[in-house]
């Protein structure tokens, strides 16, 4: 639960703590507190989250069983709550969806103009397809991290979206073998103007 401490000096005043009931395909929040300082969402979160854990006798019964996220993420696609339009998602993922088919979901993406980061262990727990994760991350001007989970901490500040939202430069490009490529130029609006970038970089699309 460290990695909620990442975002506890952000913009956002209030993270939820939220699990996924996989038996009845919805969304659970823990709590929703309020909080007088900026440093209490971080750890009214974390308490809340360790004094509701889910129960282990419900998790999957074998590895064969596919990651719900990609329900989760379409459950946020069609929540009437809370805007989608610009938001950031960070996910850290422990075990892989069974499906790959994802273009009706990157469109939405794209269209609504969210933007995925991924952090993926490297030894799952289940699932078949890492490549899907990957591709929703990498169309949606994310990132896809593979990555030890004793390290998940350390990768989530640097693939921090949600502290650094606003996205400037995205480029995929294709590599193999020796050589090399020119990226397109990143034009700034106000190159006179000193502003510090965060740069975020991966260079293969699967784990060890």
Known sequence: M??????GRTRYPKPPPRYYDEDNKRAVEVCVPSYDSIF????TANASIHTHLPDPSLGFPSSDFSSDILNILRDFLSNTVAPICGSRIQILLKRYPNENYTSTL?????SNHVSVNVITSNTPSGGLFHQTM??????????CAFEDEAYFNKTSYFLNQLENPYILYSVNVPVSGNGSVVLPPLTVKYPTYYCPLWVA????????
């Open 201 to 208: 970089l991966t260079v293969q699309d699967h784990g060890k």
């Open 40 to 43: 209490e969402p971080a750890e």
């Open 134 to 143: 990957y591709e929703i991350a990498t169309r949606t001007n994310g990132v």
């Open 106 to 110: 990157i469109e939405t993406f794209q």
């Open 2 to 7: 460290q990695n909620v401490n990442q975002f």
